[in-house]
């Protein structure tokens, strides 16, 4: 996300007011300091909508589109940590 919104379950994906997909996870990251979530977007004639990280899709929030970009997993490298 690039707000402040959290994606949560069942939340719409949207791009230019059309619905590509469904949210099927999202939470706050304290380890990135930012909401992250996990969603399926739709194919159209057999070819994926979003092909690249970057692309800027918009999470449909209790009727409001909130910006957010589509990044490759995991979202935190494997070699960050926190110390208890």
Do not use: W
């Not at 159209?44 to 449909?60: P, V, Y």
Request: charged share 25%; net charge positive.
């Amino acid at each position: 996300m690039e707000g402040r919104a959290v994606a949560r379950q069942g939340h719409r994906i949207m791009n230019n007011g059309i619905e590509v997909g469904k949210v099927v996870s999202g939470t706050f990251s304290p380890s990135l300091q930012k909401p992250i979530g996990i969603g399926y977007i739709s194919k159209l004639n057999g070819e994926a909508k979003f092909r690249s990280a970057g692309d800027t899709i918009q999470i449909e929030i209790r009727g409001k589109q909130a910006p957010a970009k589509i990044c490759r997993m995991p979202f935190v490298e494997p070699n960050v940590y926190k110390d208890g």
